[in-house]
């Protein structure tokens, strides 16, 4: 019923920028938050920032000040601007939305959803 897909990895080189998107389409009735998750081989999956539904944002340390999440609620789509890359940014990226579902009797329910990853690679 949902699918989240991400655009805009590829290789860059130290000092570059990059921006990621992230569209989620389907039955949705509202997003509660969108997050970005990178993973590198032989590492566990962190989180590298994420925005709420009152537009709050949390970073990790390694990349405050060099990149900025945002998102468009008109359509269901966040962004991440990566500016000033480093090759310890190597990793693939991954997208996680936060979805408020209508269940039965109408009540609200929550849950998520990954999208595919989309690989990113600083690399002179």
């Known amino acids: 019923q949902v699918q989240v897909v991400e655009y805009g990895g590829g290789l860059v080189q130290p000092g570059g920028s990059l921006r990621l998107s992230c569209a989620a389409s389907?039955?949705?009735?509202?997003?509660?938050?969108m997050a970005w998750y990178r993973q590198a081989p032989g590492k566990q999956r962190e989180l590298v920032a994420a925005?709420?539904?009152?537009?709050?944002?949390n970073y990790a340390d390694s990349v405050k000040g060099r990149f900025t999440i945002s998102r468009d609620k008109d359509k269901n789509t966040a962004y991440l601007q990566m500016n000033s890359l480093k090759p310890e940014d190597t990793a693939v990226y991954y997208c996680?939305?936060?979805?408020?579902?209508?269940?039965?009797?109408?009540?609200?329910?929550?849950?998520?959803?990954w999208g595919q990853g989309t690989q990113v690679t600083v690399s002179s």
């Open positions: 996680n939305v936060e979805i408020i579902i209508v269940q039965r009797m109408g009540a609200l329910g929550a849950d998520d959803y």
């Open positions: 389907g039955s949705i009735f509202s997003i509660n938050s």
């Open positions: 925005i709420s539904s009152g537009g709050s944002t």
